[in-house]
């Protein structure tokens, strides 16, 4: 039977990464009000209240969607490697995982001088809502097919970088390099000629951050697919 | 060795669990303040007429709501589920956006004059069910975290037996998250019309 190691335990304080987490929350919930106020305006003004709440509210969720990436990396990172035998401490994850949200601190701040100083809206004035909701959907697609602001390739950018930043902390701060050396005694032994070669630990500390984000990719197509497609499938329609 | 728990709830550590649970429904309460306390022009929503819209529901009494209405409660559910192990972030914020939309609704049905009974009979019934369904699978979530936090304090956690517990506690939430769409599709149509009739 496989005989678990445990990984190092930093000595740090996780008060500056709790801080971090917070102002990754609240620069999501400014980002995406920053985006959204200059359409805020155009909504009648008995209605603003009450849009702007709601609004609101819907951005609170989805941020603490974004923020729960935090707590899911973590689970995912700890599950990887008890799978292969290796005890990490919650302590030496947290500080891992939202170090390696750097880039998209960054993708924020851009959005949040974009969305302030560079997005141009400009819509036909009403009282109708529901055609203004109508011209809001439009006018913000057109702003992402119109490629103003590169959100997709920046995007891309900030979570490569993310994922490469992550795998380099996983490598360097659980020392994985020895880690796996001293596991592989234990494991099948083409992995043993595999690890001479090529660094096991890196490839493994790669593999953790590129399947986790995999497996969001996958989670948002599922529920995309649940979303739409398995309503009309199951063929139902909305009550009359 | 210790003796078998005949329950698999008295497994959960009670205490701790129900303060998880009371942490939600505080969330819940705040939410529907919140979402009570929007401003709404009134003008905007005339007086509903009640006997048509609930003469309106008897006809959408069948399967076919039912399954609509399951499989939306489903999602939410799944989403809660998938909460636990966020440690209850997502939940927090999932049952902070019911609370809201339950109080934006009240608010909405109370300016179009619709009789508090009869508001009350809208919601109540199912929703009793409903929430006690979300609220336990999102409490588990916050029970999550506080039992990592006992194993970094150097409490002992069997972490096998905790997922079984959880599962069992998600699968029977989620029988009486079965339970409300019935009550919400059959027999809350029926006491609306009983009501105004």
């Known amino acids: ?240 | 060795m210790a003796q078998e728990q005949k329950y698999f709830w008295v497994m959960l550590e009670r205490k701790r669990f129900f303060l998880c649970l009371a942490v939600l429904v505080g969330v819940l309460v705040v939410g529907a303040l919140v979402g009570y306390a929007v401003p709404l022009p009134e003008d905007a929503f005339p007086r509903q007429d009640v006997l048509g819209a609930s003469t309106a529901m008897q006809d959408v009494r069948n399967v076919r709501t039912f399954r609509l209405i399951f499989f939306n409660n489903t999602r939410v559910f799944l989403l809660m589920a998938v909460g636990i192990l966020t440690g209850g972030l997502l939940s927090l914020g999932e049952v902070f956006v019911i609370g809201y939309m339950v109080g934006v609704f009240s608010r909405m049905a109370l300016a179009q004059a619709m009789p508090l009974p009869i508001l009350l009979a809208a919601l109540a019934p199912h929703g009793v069910f409903e929430l006690a369904s979300f609220m336990t699978v999102g409490a588990l979530g916050l029970y999550f975290a506080s039992r990592i936090y006992g194993q970094l304090k150097g409490h002992t956690v069997d972490w096998t037996k905790e997922i079984i517990v959880y599962a069992k506690v998600a699968i029977a939430s989620y029988v009486v998250l079965l339970l409300a769409a019935l009550v919400e599709v059959y027999l809350t149509p029926t006491l609306i019309h009983h009501l105004v009739t």
Request: hydrophobic content about 55%.
């Open chain 1, 1 to 240: 039977m496989a005989v678990p190691i445990q990984a190092p335990v930093p000595d740090v304080k996780l008060a500056r990464y709790n801080i971090a987490v917070m102002a990754y929350f609240l620069l999501l919930m400014a980002t995406q009000y920053a985006l959204a106020y200059k359409y805020l305006l155009y909504i009648p003004e008995k209605w603003r209240g009450v849009a702007t709440v709601s609004t609101l509210v819907f951005f609170g969720f989805q941020s603490l969607f974004m923020v729960a990436v935090i707590p899911l990396g973590m689970a995912f990172i700890f599950s990887w490697l008890y799978l292969i035998d290796i005890r990490a401490s919650v302590k030496s994850l947290y500080p891992i995982v939202v170090t390696s949200l750097t880039p998209f601190y960054l993708l924020l701040g851009l959005m949040i001088v974009y969305g302030v100083f560079f997005l141009q809206v400009s819509l036909e004035p009403t009282d109708d809502v529901q055609r203004l909701s109508e011209m809001i959907r439009a006018d913000v697609n057109r702003q992402i097919t119109s490629g103003a602001f590169p959100l997709s390739r920046l995007g891309s950018v900030a979570a490569v970088t993310s994922v490469g930043l992550c795998a380099y902390l996983l490598y360097r701060r659980l020392n994985l390099r020895s880690l796996v050396a001293e596991q592989l005694g234990q494991w099948p032994s083409w992995l043993g000629v595999v690890h001479r070669r090529l660094n096991l630990g890196a490839i493994i500390a790669a593999l953790i951050p590129l399947t986790f984000v995999g497996s969001l990719l996958v989670f948002q197509k599922l529920s995309g697919l649940l979303a739409t497609n398995v309503l009309e499938k199951l063929n139902l329609q909305p009550p009359r």
